[in-house]
Nanobody
């Protein structure tokens, strides 16, 4: 039921910046745990950062101090500000949403289609 659409990827030089966006459907967006994941060629999909409904954030060590995750509940949108980009940041970046619903009860997990980020000179 939750639809996620990423945007903002592209080609940048090392040291440059990009801002990714994830637009989400759903009237209870404010309750979702939102996150960014990425997958480079030949590697498993890995966590980049997460942000809870109350704004608590968590980052992978590889991006700490360079990336900032945020959300705007009024706009049903999550962002990833990426600064000081390195070639090893090159990957497809995926938006993720998770929430627990008691009617089943179970966790629900949704993914966007991904957006390509390429860091190269």
């Amino acid at each position: 039921q939750v639809q996620l659409v990423e945007s903002g990827g592209g080609l940048v030089q090392p040291g440059g910046s990009l801002r990714l966006s994830c637009a989400a459907s759903g009237s209870i967006f404010s309750t979702y745990i939102m996150g960014w994941y990425r997958q480079a060629p030949g590697k498993e999909r890995e966590l980049v950062a997460t942000v809870t409904s109350t704004g608590y954030t968590n980052y992978a060590d590889s991006v700490k101090g360079r990336f900032t995750i945020s959300r705007d509940n009024a706009k049903n949108t999550m962002y990833l500000q990426m600064n000081s980009l390195k070639p090893e940041d090159t990957a497809v970046y995926y938006c993720n949403a998770r929430y627990f619903h008691g009617d089943s009860p179970r966790w629900y997990n949704y993914w966007g289609q991904g957006t390509q980020v390429t860091v190269s000179s």
